[in-house]
């Protein structure tokens, strides 16, 4: 046999292996990144439940020793922040949606301290009878239920946004969408700006829904 040909045939050979590699590669990223929304939306969609405020009057007082109970993420949604490639299903290059994971864990751990607050407060208020420091606690309670009421409603704002966005980008993994994304760096974008304390897109939570 011709050694060009023999030649020929180990390179073509090569090149239809790697290319097989490469596809099945590329297919089982795009599989393993649906699985992840998937996992990433359950966790959100946990977290909007726990949506009840406090919803304390100042003048009388707390109406149930019952308190609600905060939105903590569990460490499943910790890692996936952490392993997701979601450029996969980006919209534009500058997409800020993992700054966006970070804040709802940012916004989780600031619950955590005002309700951990507001508990130290409440059990200071039980062995007190009245007096200027039965005051001081119940109106340190009350700061921090004002604050964990303002939290938690751009926390839940910020969660129902994310739900919004895997759904998106369940449809932007699909195999066929995948093939049609473009080539290299994706298109020039603009994020929504943060949200702040008084920003109209806050949802009202109202007396809150779900478990709490």
């Not at 800020?96 to 208020?125: F, K, P, S, W």
């Not at 473009?182 to 779900?210: A, V």
Request: net charge negative; proline share 7%.
């Amino acid at each position: 046999m011709d050694l060009n040909v023999v030649a020929i045939s180990a390179v073509v050979g090569y090149a239809v292996g790697t290319i097989q590699i490469l596809g099945i590669d590329w297919i089982r990223s795009r599989s393993k990144h649906r699985t992840q929304l998937r996992l990433l939306r359950s966790e959100l969609r946990r977290l909007n439940q726990l949506r009840k405020p406090y919803n304390w009057d100042q003048t009388s007082g707390p109406p149930s020793d019952k308190i609600p109970r905060p939105p903590i993420p569990t460490a499943n949604f910790t890692t996936l922040i952490a392993q997701i490639d979601l450029y996969l299903t980006d919209e534009f290059h500058d997409d800020n949606t993992q700054e966006m994971m970070l804040d709802i864990l940012d916004l989780a751990h600031g619950l955590q301290d005002y309700q951990r607050e507001i508990q130290e407060c409440l059990d200071e208020i039980r062995v007190m009878a009245s007096g200027p420091a039965m005051a001081n606690s119940w109106n340190r309670a009350f700061a921090s239920s004002q604050s964990y009421d303002s939290d938690l409603a751009i926390l839940q704002t910020i969660v129902t946004g994310a739900i919004s966005d895997v759904d998106r980008r369940l449809k932007e993994a699909s195999v066929w969408r995948q093939l049609n994304r473009p080539m290299g760096q994706l298109p020039p974008g603009k994020n929504p700006k943060r949200l702040s304390e008084g920003d109209p897109r806050i949802i009202n939570l109202g007396d809150g829904e779900g478990p709490g």
